[in-house]
């Protein structure tokens, strides 16, 4: 007999590409077999944090990071700029784009359309990241001046006078968790008593055996924390032409963390037990 007593912590800070969508517990569940020296399982006792979530693109095009909502969105513009530039001859007979002359219309926007979206596509870097994810993260763009604010013309001699604002930032702090498991699982045992008297003499016979410990009693006990998703708990800022000072900057991204236990046998159950005998 073969008793099985996990306690597990998994941490996936980011997942790239399919993963099974099944929990934790579902898939261990599926790797039970009964014909492999287990016996049938009658107890399961699970204490699980998790988060599961769907897959997602995000695109970098080196300065800012977009989902595919605001990718798609752009796309769909260039995509209408691109295909304003077809030309057509007097009565539509003839249809040009970037000098290559077209049959029909269909033909030349599936051209422009080509065009546009390699172009466009090419400006990104294009990352799958399991799960919506677990955004903490802290992000600030501050841009200064961008055009003179003074300028002073006497015959052939200028002045330009330029103000570069001072922005001073503070402390910034950011914590993202996937998933916590603080729990615990304590089992204690099984017992049968059976008791027979007369008027003088008493017979008690008792069996305990710990839960999962004996042959014909399995369980599977499971003490998990786990995450699926993208955490993201960074502090970006960027700053162009600004004066300025960032304050302590403190960040902590945590996949998940599992500190719980799991206690079985006799001992975990004493107390339960002391003050059952025969008779009472």
Known sequence: MKKLLATTALAIFAVSGAASAQSVLERVLSEIDNSTNLASVNGTFANIAENIGGATTVYDDGTNVIGE????????????????????????????????????????????????????????????????????????????????????????????????????????????????????????????????????????????????????????VLNVASNMTGVNGSINNVMNEVNGSIGNLSTTALGAVNTGTIVSGVDAAVAGIVGSSAGQ
């Open 69 to 220: 909502d605001a990718y798609n969105a752009g796309l769909d513009s260039a995509v209408s700029q691109e295909l304003s530039t077809i030309t057509a001859t007097e009565g539509a007979t003839t249809f040009t784009y970037n000098a290559t002359t077209y049959d029909t219309y269909a033909e030349a926007a599936a051209a422009a359309t080509t065009a546009a979206s390699t172009a466009y596509a090419a400006q990104f870097t294009a990352t799958t990241v399991w799960g919506g994810g677990i955004d903490g993260s802290i992000n600030n763009t501050l841009d200064g001046i961008d055009a003179a604010t003074q300028q002073a013309i006497a015959g052939t001699v200028s002045a330009i006078e330029w103000n570069m604002p001072t922005v001073d930032l503070g402390d910034m702090a950011t914590t993202a968790l996937g998933a916590v498991n603080t729990g615990d699982i304590t089992l204690g045992v099984n017992s049968a008593v059976d008791e027979a008297s007369t008027s003088t003499t008493n017979a008690v016979s008792a069996v305990m055996n710990q839960l999962g410990g004996s042959a014909d009693t399995g369980a599977i």
